[in-house]
């Protein structure tokens, strides 16, 4: 499934693709297993699908409360920090 048929999905669509994806993982590695699965790569593609959706709610996850106007507090920026006062001064 490509990332913008993923994104078109509504949240519940999106819910129960990943469910199936995940009982389809688990069936190929039982099958792989079991010596029945002809293409190993299926796992591959499933496992790839699988973290495209995944990612996808983390998108909307993070991008939530900003695109509603929410009041939740941001920590601001992730990275290295501006030295404090004290550090400049002995510089």
Same mark, same amino acid.
């Given at each position: ?12 669509? &999106?819910? #129960? ?5 995940? *009982?389809e993982?688990?069936? =190929? +590695?039982? /099958? ?10 299926? &796992?591959? #593609? ?5 973290? *495209?959706?995944?990612?996808? =709610? +983390?998108? /909307? ?22 030295p ?8």
């Open positions: 499934m490509r990332p913008a048929e993923i994104r078109a999905l509504s949240a519940a669509d &999106l819910a #129960k693709q990943l469910e199936e994806a995940h *009982r993982l688990f069936n =190929l +590695r039982f /099958r792989l297993k079991t010596r029945q699965l002809s293409n190993p790569r299926e &796992l591959g #593609k499933v496992r790839r699908n699988i973290a *495209r959706m995944e990612t996808v =709610l +983390r998108e /909307r996850e993070l991008a939530g409360p900003s695109s509603s106007g929410g009041t939740g507090t941001s920590a601001g920026p992730v990275g290295p920090q501006a404090a006062a004290d550090e400049a001064d002995k510089a």
